[in-house]
């Protein structure tokens, strides 16, 4: 059954804002409430704004002011070059699970890392974040906080992800988590990661079940950086509504979320007026 596209046009409740898009300029705090008075109905935000504060604070805070929390940014790099490295890296995730936890984040985004310093061994870095996955995925399912495996774009996969296509994303959670009925597993859709993905309506259609968290942003053209360069939805080549409506069409009634990296644009902006032309363009633009 195909389900209609949700219309978000004047529905920033349907929508959620990934700190990151605003710059790390101001306190988790003041983002809360800043976000909240935008009309938006949730937030993702990142470890490096929430580990050594008060968690338990910013839960209630972000819960009274009405917004749900879309994801939790994002998982520490999994392979390592030893065993005491994984394990390291293992243990910190498992933490930051429970901060998720704390948040009422419905996912934990993972972006699960690639190479070792001094190694070209993909398919064992691939080995060690599935062993790693397999591990955490109790703990999460107890939490209720589901792991949402974040295939990055191909560009990144010798520093940030070895995991790059949404096809290979859904073979993990397979192998992983087999037939689950509500799977704890699940993946993050980020258009700037999957655009290009010639495959892409077939995979979103078998992510059916699987999909925790929808991102966007634009591809730029030119771009300048790959990393640090993102545009704002509307500003670049990626077909946003055709792909909501594959996400949705696949069943995912949770928030949209905006990520926007740009260290020469946003970021330099106002976060009040970022978030007005994010709302404009969630109405007129995904
Ligand atoms: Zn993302």
Same mark, same amino acid.
């Given at each position: 059954?195909?389900?209609?596209?949700?219309?978000?046009?004047?529905?920033?409740?349907?929508?959620?804002?990934?700190?990151?898009?605003?710059?790390?300029?101001?306190?988790?705090?003041?983002?809360?409430?800043?976000?909240?008075?935008?009309?938006?109905?949730?937030?993702?935000?990142?470890?490096?704004?929430?580990?050594?504060?008060?968690?338990?604070?910013?839960?209630?805070?972000?819960?009274?002011?009405?917004?749900?929390?879309?994801?939790?940014?994002?998982?520490?790099?999994?392979?390592?070059?030893?065993? /005491? &490295?994984? +394990?390291?890296? *293992?243990?910190?995730?498992?933490?930051? @699970?429970?901060?998720? #936890? %704390?948040?009422?984040?419905?996912?934990?985004?993972?972006?699960?890392?690639?190479?070792?310093?001094?190694?070209?061994?993909? /398919? &064992?870095? +691939?080995?060690? *974040?599935?062993?790693?996955?397999?591990? @955490?995925?109790?703990? #999460? %399912?107890?939490?209720?906080?589901?792991?949402?495996?974040?295939?990055?774009?191909?560009?990144?996969?010798?520093?940030?992800?070895?995991?790059?296509?949404?096809?290979?994303?859904?073979?993990?959670?397979?192998?992983?988590?087999? #037939?689950?009925?509500?799977?704890?597993?699940?993946?993050?859709?980020?258009?700037?990661?999957?655009?290009?993905?010639?495959?892409?309506?077939?995979?979103?259609?078998?992510?059916?079940?699987?999909?925790?968290?929808?991102?966007?942003?634009?591809?730029?053209?030119?771009?300048?950086?790959?990393?640090?360069?993102?545009?704002?939805?509307?500003?670049?080549?990626?077909?946003?509504?055709?792909?909501?409506?594959?996400?949705?069409?696949?069943?995912?009634?949770?928030?949209?979320?905006?990520?926007?990296?740009?260290?020469?644009?946003?970021?330099?902006?106002?976060?009040?007026?970022?978030?007005?032309?994010?709302?404009?363009?969630?109405?007129?633009?995904?």
């Amino acid at each position: 059954m195909a389900a209609e596209m949700r219309a978000l046009s004047g529905r920033a409740d349907l929508c959620s804002i990934n700190t990151a898009t605003l710059g790390f300029q101001r306190p988790l705090g003041e983002v809360i409430d800043a976000v909240a008075r935008a009309g938006f109905g949730g937030i993702a935000p990142w470890r490096r704004e929430v580990e050594g504060q008060d968690v338990a604070g910013l839960a209630r805070q972000i819960r009274e002011a009405g917004l749900k929390v879309s994801g939790y940014c994002r998982s520490t790099y999994i392979p390592a070059a030893s065993k /005491a &490295g994984f +394990r390291d890296n *293992v243990a910190a995730n498992r933490r930051a @699970l429970d901060d998720a #936890a %704390r948040l009422g984040a419905s996912c934990f985004v993972m972006v699960v890392g690639s190479l070792p310093q001094g190694s070209k061994d993909l /398919a &064992g870095a +691939r080995a060690q *974040v599935k062993e790693a996955t397999a591990e @955490l995925l109790p703990h #999460a %399912r107890q939490l209720g906080v589901r792991l949402a495996l974040e295939p990055l774009h191909p560009v990144y996969a010798a520093e940030r992800s070895c995991l790059t296509l949404l096809s290979e994303a859904l073979d993990w959670c397979e192998e992983i988590e087999p #037939a689950a009925a509500s799977p704890a597993l699940g993946v993050a859709i980020d258009a700037y990661h999957v655009w290009w993905d010639p495959n892409l309506a077939r995979d979103v259609g078998r992510a059916r079940g699987r999909i925790a968290a929808f991102h966007v942003c634009d591809w730029l053209v030119p771009t300048s950086d790959v990393l640090n360069d993102r545009g704002m939805m509307g500003d670049g080549v990626i077909d946003l509504p055709g792909l909501r409506k594959l996400v949705e069409g696949a069943g995912y009634a949770g928030l949209v979320e905006a990520e926007i990296f740009s260290a020469q644009n946003w970021w330099k902006r106002p976060i009040e007026d970022t978030l007005d032309v994010a709302r404009q363009r969630f109405s007129t633009c995904v």
